[in-house]
C-alpha cells in the first residue's frame, strides 16, 4: 500500500490489479472519483460484488456519494487465467458508455473516470431498488416502462451511429477504432455463431432430454445455411455502434428507470444483432414461464406482458428509428438531391426497416439457440427446478427459434412473430 | 537541386512535387530504383508520360533496366488544385499492390521502392506492345488469355483477403487500416453512387440526345432504392480487399500478359465491385463497338468475342474461386467442424457465389450508368466521332444497364446476361 501512496495516476500507468485496499489509495489519487465520494475518505465502504463471469465490480459508498467501480482483468474471471481474456475491453466499454450515454443519457450510466491501462471505469452506481432486468422477469416483475425505454436506446444509439446520421469519413474512423475490439467480437463468433452447431467441449444442454435436440442443430444443414449468413454479417457488416451483448442481464431496471450496463462487446457491426439481443432474451423468458411455479392466470397474464413487450418494443423503436431519420437524415447514405421526393423516401425506409426487422428476428433467434445447446444459458431456464419441465421449456423455445431463424423473411410483422410463439408446440 | 543532392531518401521525408530534374536527384540516392536501372545514370532517359486523370508517370529507362515511377499529388490532376485529393493514396496503391502481387504476381506489376511521405512508387515497367487495355478494346484487338488471366486475378486476390482465407483477427487488422483510403471511397461514393441519380454539375451526357434519358435516372424511385442497396454494401461491407476501381484502364495487355495497375481505390468493400467494374466496361465496348467503323462480319466477330469474354471471365472466376475453398478454406467464415459434410457445403457454396454473381450485376450496371450520365466517361463511347450514332449506343447501354441493376436477382447465370445484351434494343 506504502509504494501506491502519492503516486496515484501517474502510477496507474501500469497496470495492476486492484483489490478493496488498493482501490482505496486508487480513489484517494484520483479526484475525478473521489469527488463524487464526499470529504471523508477513510471511512468508504468498498464492497465487491462481481457475479458476472467477467470483471470485478466494487460498490464504493462514501458521504458525499457513490460510484460503481469496474476492472477488467485479462482472463475471463469465473474460469480463471486459463481462457484468456483482452483487458482492452474495458477501454472499448468506456468510449461505448461515453458515445452512448451522449445520444441516451436517460438510459446509459455516467461514467466518472476511466483509466485505460488499468482497465478501470468508474461510473453511476445504479442504486437499489435497481436489479436486473432478467431477475426481475424470473420474479415476475412487469416493467410498463421497459418497451418504451428500450426502444428509446437502441433507436437513438443505432440511428445516430449509423450512415443515416454520419459522413463516411466520421463512420469510417470509429469503425477503424472498434476494430480493434476484434477480440471480444471473436468470443461472440465463436459461442454465438460457431459452436452450437459443431461438437464442443463447452456445449452443453439438458441431457439426456435434450440430446437428440442438439444433435439435431448440429446436423440441420438448412439453419447453418442460415447461421453463416447472419455470422457474415456480424463479421463483415458495419452498420452502426452496437452494444454487442444486449441482453436482459446488461439491463437494470426499476418500475420507472431502464438503464444499459456493460457494452464492452461493442463495435461497428449490424444493428439486427442489438434488437435481436432484447428480443431472443425476452421469448426465452416467455417459454421459461412454463416452468415456474406460478397460479395459472397470473402466468398466462405475465407471458402476456412479455409478448405485449416484445411487440412494443419493435413497434415503438420502429416509430422512433423512422422519426430521427425523417427530422435529420443529415448522413450520407441517403442524400437528400436523390432521395427526393417522398414516394422514394417511402420506398427506401419500407426497406431499410423490413431488412432490420428481418436481421433481428434472425439474431435474435441464434441468441435463443446459443442459450439453450451453448455454452452459457440464462437464469430465466436453468432456475427451473424439474429437469423434465425445464427440458420441455427448452425444447419449445429451441423449436421455435430454429423456425424462426429459418422462416424469418416470412414475417411481415412483430405481431405475426408473438403469434407463433404463442402457438408453439413442444 | 543543388539542395537536394546528398540529402537523398532523408530529404524525402518531407513531400515535393517531382519533375525530370528533381527526380533524377531522387533516384540517384535511392538505391532500390538506381539498382534495377544500370550504371551510368547520368544517362538515364526519363518521360512524363501520365495520361490519367490523378498522377505523374514518368517512364525512366537505363543502360541496365527500367522503371515507372508514379507520384500522387494532392488534388486531382485533370483539374487542378480546386480538386483536393489526398495524395495518401499514394500509399494505398502500394500496399495493394504489395498485397495484391504476393498474391497473384503473375497479374501485377512488382514494387521496387515506395515513400509514403513522397506519395511515390517505384514499379516494373510494362513495356510496349503493352498498352492500356480499353485502348486495345477500341481498336478491336482480340486477347484469347483475359477472361482467364483477369478470373485468376480477381479469384486469387479476393478469395486470399475475404473472410473464407484469413482468421477475423488479420481480417479486421486489415479492415482498420484500409479505412484511411476513405477520401477515395468518397470520391466513388459521389461519382457512382450518387451523382447520376441527382442533379450535379458535374454530369454530363450526349445532349440533346439523352436529355430525357438522364432525367429518367434522376426521377427512377425503383433504380434509386437499388443504388442505395448498393451504396451502402459499398460502404458497410468488407468483405475483401478489393482493387476499387477495376476497368479496363486499370489493365495493361499484350497478346499474352495482363497486368493489372493502378489500385489507389483499394480498401476492405465488396468483391462484386471489382468483378462488376470489369464486366460492366465489357458491355459498355461491346454496346460501343456498332458505333465504330468496321465491317459488318468483323464487328459481328468482335462483338461476340466480347460476350465470351465476358462469360468465360465469370465462369473462371467462379470455377476458381470455389477450388480455392475446397482445397483451403481455413478462414473463420465457414469451421469445418460446422460445414463437416458434403451436402452443406454445396450448399453454403452456391449461396455465397448466387449472392456474388447478382452483386457484380448490379454493380456492374452501376459502373455502366455512372459513365453515361455521370462526370467521367469512356474512351471506348466517347471516341464516336458522330453524336447521334454515340448517343443511340449509349442508350442502348443505358436501358441495358438499367435493367441489369433493377433484375439483377433473376438471372440465373452470365448466359443469361449475355443474351439480356445481344437483344438490348434503343
Known sequence: MAEAKGNGVAEASEFRALDEKSLLDYI????????????????????????GNLNFVYIVVGDGGSVVIKQALPYVRCIGESWPMTKERAYFETITLK??????P?????VYHADRKMSLIAMRYLKPPHIILRKGLIAGVKYPLLADHISDYVAKTLYHTSLLHLSTTEHKKRVAEYCGNVEMCRLTEQVIFSDPYQISSY???TSPYLDSDAEAVRSDNILKLEIAELKSMFCEKSQALIHGDLHTG?????????????????????MGFDIGAFLGNLFLAFFAKDGHACEEQERHEYKRWLLGTIEDTWNLFEKKFITLWKEDGS?????PGVYNNSDVQLLVRKKYMKDLFHDSLGFGAAKMIRRIVGVAHVEDLESIQDTATRAACEKRALLFAKMLMKDRRNFQSISQVVAAAEEQRA
Chains 1, 2 share one sequence.
Not at 436517460?106 to 455516467?110: A, D, G, K, R, T
Not at 426499476?254 to 464492452?264: A, G, K, N, R, Y
Request: glycine share 10%; charged share 25%; proline share 6%.
Open 203 to 205: 456445449n452443453r444442454w
Open 28 to 51: 484517494k489519487a484520483t479526484p475525478a472519483i473521489s469527488s463524487v465520494l464526499g470529504n471523508r475518505l477513510e471511512g468508504l465502504s468498498i464492497k465487491e460484488v462481481g457475479d
Open 106 to 110: 436517460e438510459h446509459v450510466p455516467e
Open 99 to 104: 458515445e452512448h450515454g451522449r445520444l441516451c
Open 250 to 270: 446488461s439491463i437494470m431496471v426499476t418500475s420507472d428507470s431502464t438503464q444499459v450496463i456493460d457494452p464492452e462487446f461493442a463495435f461497428y457491426g449490424p
Open 331 to 335: 448522413g450520407d447514405a441517403y442524400l
